[in-house]
Every structure is written in structure tokens, then in C-alpha cells.
């Protein structure tokens, strides 16, 4: 590895160390990023809208003190195409808004701005965060799909083309392309982040999402989003009791998957952690079912402006949305109730458990660019509104990501962090 590829493949955090120590500068990193984007950007197909090179260098030559005294330094953010921002369009991978411009930014990015982070672009995003799929590709094998509907942040980070990336999760569009393109991929609890200035699908199964190449990263980027300060990471933590949630508890999952997670359980048996495998009946199955419920419901009552061009609609969003609009209310009142029963039931039956151990996808991508993938792995904790973290490392037996998820109780994400770390060092190959 040259000192290019090192400076735009490094974590965020360990560049900014880097830039502090004097190591490199941040314009070095900026045309690492830049380098690597020229280079991939025609196959893998991240970026739906980004600057040049000269635009980027000239918004930070313009501030160049602000950013050299700021946390971020200047360095480049992705920010995926369903998220405002008062510099680029927000088309939300339709043509009903193509070049839509908003006024403001959505706070997310006013966060992340007055934090010294330069927005380089909008990644592409399926329709409306939805399954029809954008021009992404996997970096790791051009012909499978990235996932969605994160598709171009998760392939963004994963490729190296920038540090790290806002996504957005409403079933599995944080979690399954983190997994499928071999990031880290965190949803926060239901309502941690602010969702203003970013385009609702489900109101309550949307969350803020964010990739990043180590945990480390997500909890800077976390304490920024948050307001709070980024100083040094907590410590990881090592868990005592993990419950791991085989994917036969919530759908098919692929042999190979299976394989990964009880591989794990093995080393965190050696490392001297207590394993419990989740036996949920088809608690979790139903959780799919009502999950699917609930997006319908919401779905249909947002997309409202939308809805009156239908011929510029997918064939299955038109048909999720007619599945919300023939619901009967009672049908969405019991699944959003089940959500709250199912999330209580887990936690009272395994109170000693530090975290749930899952896959974070059936298996590797699917071979193809038509779909993006199953979202049943993660259907289940988004409707619990539980925070969740995927982490790289594993693979199959000809090398592709398989990511596994770590899910913590609700509005205990540092504590869920502080363990993904320790899995990150000890456990996570």
C-alpha cells in the first residue's frame, strides 16, 4: 500500500490523529479521496452529485483557518440523496424531484458543517429510500448489488472514496449495504438523531444511519450529530452474557452466514464470554410481518405529493403504497403495538445479556443490480426501534463481506458502541 492509498483507506479518526501530529495534511487526504474517486467512481457509481476537485479545494483554500482549527478539518463527508442540502439537489433517487434544490440544510449536515466537515457529494439513494435500485455497484464484485437503499454511502466508504457517510434506515438501508460492501454501519435508537431536513418514508421506523470504516469513527461522528464533545472514545467494553440470534429465528439466511455466526460464538466462548442462543418461537417472524405493516401504513400517508405521478413510481412502491391505503387502521395500531410487546418480551426474558449478536443479511450480495437484497434481518430490531451496529471482517469462502450485527437496548448506544469496539479488536476478523 502506497501513502496515497493509506491516507483516503484509513479511519476517520486515525487520519485525524495523523493531521494533528503532523503526519499529513488535510489537502492530503482531500486528493487521496479525489486520487481513488477518479479512479473507481466510473465503475462502482456512488455519487449521484459531487464537486470537482476545484471546487472542493477552493470551498477549503476559502476557509482554510476555520477548518484547520475544527474537528473534522476539512475532510470529506458523503451524504446520502434523500438528505437536504443547501448546496447540491436533492432529488431522492426520482425523477419526480430531479433538481430539487432545498433552501437549508437538514441538521444533520449543519452538524456536521459546523463541525469542519465538507460535504463532497449526494450518494445515490434508491427511490424515496425505497427498493428500486440506483446506478451503485459492490466494489468488491461490480456485478452484485451494493444493497439499499444506502447504496452509494455504504459503497462510497467501503471503496475508500471518503471516510465517511450519512445514510438513512427504514428496514434494512443502513445495516445490509454496510454488510454487503463490508463498512461499519450503524442505525442509532429510534429518535436519537434529529430527522429534520431529510425525506420521511415511515415515521416510525425512519432512523438516521452513518458508515465509517471503524467504530471509533461512528462514535466521533455520533458525538457530533449529537452535539457533544468529540473527545477522545470511550473504552471498548467486553461483554459478559452475549444472546445470539440465529437467522433461522427470522428468515433464511444463507450457509455460509451460519457458518460466520457460529464461528463467533466459538471465539467469544474462548474469550471467556457466556453464549445464549435466542429461542424466539416466531416472535421475530411476526416482527417482519408487522414491520412490513407499519412502513406500508406510513408510507402511503407521506408520499402523498408523490402518489399523484404514479407513472413515475416503481411497480413496488405503487404497490406498497395501495397496501397501506387498503389497511385497515386496526391492522396498523396492533403492529405498532406488537413492536412495543416483542421488544419488552425480549429484554425481560434475557435481562443479564449484554447485547444480541445477528446476521446483518441473509448472506454475501446477491449476484446482479435488479434487486437489492432481503431486508428481513433487520426488519424485526428497526420496528423494535433498537440501535444496531454491523461490523466487517467476516467472509465467505471466496472472500465477500459477510457482516454480523450487534443490537443493544434502546437509548443505550454508547454502551452498544463501547462492546462493538471490543468486537472490532478481540472477536471480528
Known amino acids: 500500500m502506497n501513502e496515497t492509498d493509506s491516507l483516503n483507506s484509513a479511519g476517520l479518526a486515525a487520519t485525524l490523529r495523523r493531521i494533528e501530529a503532523g503526519e499529513c495534511s488535510a489537502i492530503d487526504v482531500i486528493n487521496a479521496c479525489f486520487d481513488r474517486i477518479e479512479t473507481r467512481e466510473p465503475d462502482v457509481g456512488a455519487w449521484q452529485v459531487r464537486l470537482s476537485r476545484t471546487g472542493y479545494l477552493h470551498n477549503y483554500q476559502a476557509r482554510q483557518d476555520f477548518y484547520q482549527q475544527s474537528l473534522l478539518k476539512g475532510l470529506p463527508v458523503g451524504i446520502k440523496d434523500i438528505i437536504d442540502t443547501a448546496d447540491m439537489p436533492t432529488a431522492m433517487g426520482s425523477p419526480i424531484h430531479q433538481g430539487r434544490q432545498p433552501i437549508e440544510d437538514a441538521t444533520c449536515v449543519a452538524l456536521i458543517r459546523a463541525a469542519g466537515g465538507i460535504v463532497l457529494g449526494k450518494t445515490v439513494t434508491t427511490e424515496f429510500a425505497y427498493f428500486r435500485p440506483g446506478k451503485t455497484r459492490n466494489p468488491h464484485d461490480l456485478a452484485r448489488t451494493p444493497g439499499g437503499s444506502s447504496s452509494g454511502s455504504a459503497a462510497a466508504v467501503a471503496d475508500a472514496m471518503v471516510p465517511v457517510a450519512l445514510g438513512s434506515q427504514t428496514a434494512a438501508s443502513v445495516i445490509r449495504p454496510a454488510a454487503y460492501c463490508g463498512s461499519v ?17 415511515a415515521q416510525s421506523l425512519d432512523s438516521l444511519g452513518l458508515f465509517a470504516r471503524q467504530v471509533e469513527d461512528i462514535q466521533l461522528l455520533r458525538a457530533v450529530l449529537l452535539r457533544q464533545s468529540a473527545l477522545a472514545p470511550q473504552p471498548a467494553l467486553k461483554p459478559r452474557r452475549m444472546l445470539l440470534c440465529a437467522g433461522e429465528n427470522v428468515g433464511d439466511t444463507a450457509i455460509d452466514m451460519n457458518t460466520a455466526l457460529q464461528q463467533v460464538a466459538e ?3 474462548q474469550a471467556g464470554v457466556d453464549v445464549i442462543w435466542l429461542d424466539a418461537g416466531t416472535r421475530l417472524q411476526q416482527m417482519v410481518t408487522h414491520h412490513g405493516r407499519i412502513m406500508a401504513w406510513e408510507v402511503c400517508r407521506n408520499l402523498v405529493i408523490e402518489s399523484q405521478q404514479p407513472e413515475l413510481l416503481s411497480e413496488p412502491l ?7 391505503l387498503t389497511m385497515p387502521r386496526a391492522d396498523y395500531l396492533t403492529s405498532l403495538s406488537a413492536a412495543d410487546s416483542t421488544r419488552d418480551w425480549l429484554w425481560s426474558q434475557h435481562d443479564q445479556v449484554d447485547a444480541i449478536l445477528a446476521p446483518a443479511a441473509p448472506g454475501v450480495a446477491p449476484q446482479g443490480l435488479e434487486k437489492t437484497g432481503a431486508p428481513h434481518m433487520s426488519r424485526p430490531w428497526q420496528a423494535m426501534g433498537l440501535p444496531v451496529i454491523t461490523l466487517p471482517g467476516e467472509v465467505d469462502r471466496d472472500g465477500l463481506p459477510l457482516g454480523l450485527q450487534l443490537i443493544g437496548r434502546a437509548r443505550e448506544d454508547d454502551a452498544l458502541l463501547r462492546l462493538a469496539a471490543w468486537f472490532e479488536q478481540h472477536i471480528i476478523r
Open 185 to 201: 454501519g450503524y442505525v442509532g435508537s429510534r429518535g436519537e438523531f434529529s430527522l429534520r431536513g431529510g425525506q420521511p418514508l
Open 267 to 269: 471465539r467469544l466462548q
Open 318 to 324: 405503487q404497490a406498497l403504497m395501495n397496501d397501506g
